[in-house]
């Protein structure tokens, strides 16, 4: 009877083993091919999109990503369903871990439709220099979660998307035409009428600057030691530094050449003096240098000074007596 429920026993274990190790087996196998076919999507998505022109630079990164998790997603159904979970507590189990994921990773998923929101509206794209906050460079790539920009001067820069979505974006690259404007001071000497002239001329000589807008100039404002010259014209947003740069040069160089002048800060000082401040400086100057006070005797010592006093009442003394008889 025993030996007979151990040979039960025995053969219901090795049935159960030997049908999970099938399903531990089929589980590995069906994870790791997908896990290999969801980065050979994604890679062929992004590939295939590449060169592609009429899908935007911002959606590729973004495509790819969504393609490699859609396929995880379903390799892991398809793992759990082989062990015999059922595909509908799988989707329930998938809902609630979401809505507990999804309450415990606010921050995280507001960064996600943040970034959908950017990706619908796209206020920046690839290669585009924007200003959110106090954030600013050249947009890189734009992620599930963050926008990588780079700076200028080469920093790298990986901000929140909902960082970027709850400012204000200042997108310096979308227009294709921007103001440039060229501020110069002149001396209050210098003729204003001309000084105009010959700056309007000048922006309007460089053929970067367009003709249409046209080009002008006008007395910005009055400041402390200078008449403050503004002069404005509009280029194409790829050409702005460089002209910015090559005629803010040339407006000093050539209007001190055609005889402006330029001059910087300054301040004149008028010293008023009165007739008693003039007087007392006066007198002030005329007093000899005063003394050095005399040196104090040494001190002598308790010896001499009872002797000089004794001196002194017999003096006094004699004195005295002789007064008497002299008036007699």
């Known amino acids: 009877m025993i030996e007979t429920d151990v040979s039960k026993i025995t053969l219901m274990l090795k049935q159960f083993a030997l049908g999970f190790g099938m399903d531990l087996l089929g589980a590995i196998v069906i994870l790791a091919v997908g896990w290999w076919l969801a980065g050979r999507a994604s890679a062929l998505v992004r590939h295939s999109l590449k060169n592609a022109k009429f899908v935007d630079a911002t959606l590729k990164p973004l495509a790819a990503s969504i393609v490699r998790y859609a396929i995880l997603v379903f390799v892991l159904v398809a793992v759990l369903s082989n062990f015999g979970v059922e595909t509908t507590s799988i ?12 309450l415990a990773l606010q921050g995280t998923l507001s960064n996600i439709a943040a970034g959908v929101m950017i990706l619908i509206l796209r206020p ?47 997108n310096y690259s979308r227009n294709p035409t921007r103001r440039l404007d060229i501020k110069v001071g002149i001396a209050y000497d210098d003729d ?41 014209g509009w280029v194409a947003t790829s050409e702005f530094w460089p002209t910015f740069f090559d005629l803010t040069r040339k407006s000093k160089t050539e209007l001190e050449a055609a005889g402006f002048s330029i001059p910087f800060p300054q301040r004149d000082l008028h010293i008023i003096e009165s007739s008693e401040t003039a007087s007392t400086a006066t007198k002030t100057a005329a007093k000899p240098a005063a003394k050095a006070p005399a040196k104090k005797p040494a001190t002598r010592s308790r010896s001499t000074a009872a002797k000089s006093t004794t001196k002194t009442t017999a003096a006094k003394t004699t004195a005295a007596k002789k007064a008497p008889e002299s008036k007699s």
């Open 124 to 170: 920046l794209k690839i290669d585009e220099f924007v200003e959110a906050g106090s954030i600013s460079g050249t947009v890189v790539e734009i992620t599930l979660f963050t926008t990588l920009l780079k700076t200028p001067d080469g920093v790298f820069i990986s901000a929140p998307n909902s960082q970027i979505w709850n400012s204000a974006i200042k």
């Open 192 to 232: 204003v009428d001309a000084a105009l002239d010959f700056l309007k001329n000048l922006v309007a000589s460089d053929p970067r600057v367009l003709k249409d807008p046209e080009p002008m100039s006008f007395v910005a404002t009055l400041g402390e030691s200078s008449v403050d010259l503004t002069a404005r």
């Open 91 to 102: 989707i329930a189990v998938l809902g609630a871990a979401g809505l507990a994921i999804g």
